[in-house]
């Protein structure tokens, strides 16, 4: 569902005349979390402590690497399932506004009329009504692929 396949952003910063990168990962909610030292993280999945992390392909390893050990805390607001579908379409949403600003008029304002929708036609009806984002399971998916039209 969404275009970035990366739950994080890598962003250079200058900290006393040296050029650092940091990472900021992806709340739950789509908002954006503090930024952290990639060197730092680095550090903490073994790397030595001398070694500083420059370049953004390794930066991007390093991350993974530390999301899939557990070691990046990502927020969890509670937030219904369905509520995320319908803001995910949202013309006037973050999401939305945030690709567009990336990539100028790249989600235009019907089509995210024609998707919501879709989804309030076709999928919401087969989706568990009070159901987290966290609790939603590939059979409840399975389930609204069985009953498109």
């Keep these: 569902m969404a275009a970035n396949s990366k739950p994080f952003y890598i962003i250079n910063r200058t900290v006393k005349n040296n050029k650092l990168l940091y990472v900021r990962f992806l709340n739950r909610d789509g908002s954006l979390g503090s930024p952290l030292s990639v060197t730092a993280l680095a550090h903490k999945i073994g790397y030595p402590k001398t070694q500083k992390i420059i370049r953004k392909r390794e930066a991007e390893r390093v991350c993974a690497i530390a999301q ?3 070691l990046i805390k990502i927020e969890s607001a509670k937030l219904p399932f369905i509520e995320f579908v319908k803001d995910y379409w949202n013309y006037d949403g973050k999401r939305v506004q945030r690709k567009n600003r990336l990539k100028p008029n790249s989600i235009g304002r019907n089509h995210c009329y024609t998707m919501t929708n879709a989804l309030t036609k076709y999928a919401i009806p087969h ?16 389930k609204v692929l069985h009953n498109l039209p």
């Design 127 to 142: 989706l568990p009504k009070d159901a987290d984002l966290t609790e939603i399971t590939g059979r409840d998916i399975q």
């Design 68 to 70: 899939e050990r557990g």
